[in-house]
């Protein structure tokens, strides 16, 4: 029996042709389905055409757009296929996550590093792979792309060129799919997936928010992941989102009035990419860091201390430079990549309630 599924179209590459300042999308959500015709296989398809543009262009309330979208709906399709940017589909994923969660039906993220119309394009490939994912019945938000499937909170571009430019960040990787025709492998059980920032026994723990704990074990620990959207959780969209999330990346001899510049700025939450497990210059440092951490947590602004590094996650129990700055009331970002951690952030401090 055929399936419903409903593709929302917003842009990005692979709805892109040449302009006269570079590439631009015009193409839409229903031309891109002209073009791959064997996607008629999977059901019957809607189109939904939410935006055309750049992905370096979207922000935060589009991504308020595209959930309400798929909420609205999720009682009438099976399935859902959202074409997007590369460049910043990362953080469309995790804000999708974690907007959507417990949603019961597959929603699937893709896009392509060449345009549709390219001379071998990997576009047709990537929406064989995500109309697969979107078909299947695995609840959850997904990103299908370059025959990887992963989930949308664990999804990192680590390639400004190459076609296979996505990898998952601080859990497996959630599935595989056939560039010929799309068919779909699970690598990992629904059920069992460990969850970004949780060792994997701690796989059924439910979530528990990241909290600031100054001197507490718990605000060194990585900050626990509940189970997949649509996975033991009933399904709670949330929309709000508190923007002011700034990040700011260390470099040797950057000054600590960077964060006292930001929460003076308005900003209610500073993301620190610091060194290896996640440290910062501490008082052996003419730039010692710890001071403004602690003036930050004293006006009730969080302080999340994440790595620079692609893998591996960010660990304030190791240390001393993370040890001291969790005990100044420093956050751990555990597995989470930069680019889930900051919608997660965002609805966290919408759900907290502003100043």
């Known amino acids: 029996m055929g399936k419903h599924i409903c593709l929302l179209a917003t842009g990005g590459t692979i709805a892109c042709e040449e302009g006269a300042d570079g ?13 791959v015709p064997e996607l008629a296989r999977c059901g019957e398809i ?27 709906r999720c009682g009438q399709y099976d399935g859902f296929v959202l074409t997007h940017g590369t460049d910043t589909m990362g953080y469309t994923a995790g804000a999708l996550y974690y907007m959507l969660r417990g949603i019961g039906v597959p929603v699937a993220l893709t896009g392509s590093m ?26 959850g938000v997904y990103q299908a792309f370059a025959g990887r499937v992963i989930s949308g909170n664990a999804v990192k571009k680590v390639d400004s060129t190459a076609r296979d430019a996505f ?3 601080g859990r ?10 799309g068919a779909l492998t699970w690598q990992v059980s629904e059920e069992a997936q460990p969850q970004a920032g949780t060792a ?8 528990a928010e990241m909290q600031s704990q100054a001197g507490a074990s718990q605000a060194q620990a990585a900050p626990q992941e509940g189970p997949d959207a649509g996975t033991q959780v009933a399904f709670a969209p949330r929309f709000a989102l508190d923007e002011r999330v700034a990040v700011v990346k260390l470099v040797p001899g950057a000054e600590p009035r960077l964060l006292t510049a930001l929460a003076d700025a308005g900003y209610r939450a500073v993301i620190i990419e610091g060194y290896g497990a996640g440290g910062v210059p501490t008082a052996a440092s003419p730039k010692n860091f710890l001071p403004a951490i602690a003036a930050l947590r004293a006006c009730g602004v969080r ?15 190791t240390y001393e430079m993370g040890v001291l700055a969790a005990r100044c009331g420093a956050e751990s970002a555990g597995d989470l990549p930069l680019e ?12 907290e309630g502003g100043r």
Not at 46 to 65: K, Y
Not at 117 to 131: E, I, S, V, Y
Not at 200 to 207: S, Y
């Open 200 to 207: 994997p026994q701690a796989e059924t723990v439910p979530r």
């Open 46 to 72: 809607d189109v939904i055409e939410l935006c055309s543009l750049d992905s370096s262009n979207l922000l935060p309330m589009h991504w308020q757009r595209m959930a309400q979208a798929i909420a609205e």
């Open 303 to 317: 302080v999340i201390c994440a790595t620079q590094c692609t893998t591996g996650g960010a660990h304030l129990d």
């Open 340 to 351: 889930a951690l900051v919608p997660k952030t965002m609805l966290e401090l919408a759900r």
């Open 167 to 169: 990898r998952s960040i």
């Open 172 to 181: 497996p990787q959630a599935g595989t799919f056939a560039l010929a025709d």
């Open 23 to 35: 590439l631009r999308p015009v193409l839409t959500g229903e031309e891109l389905l002209r073009a």
């Open 114 to 139: 060449l345009p549709l119309t390219a001379a071998g394009t990997d576009a047709r490939a990537n929406l064989r792979g995500a109309f697969a994912v979107a078909a299947s019945g695995r609840a």
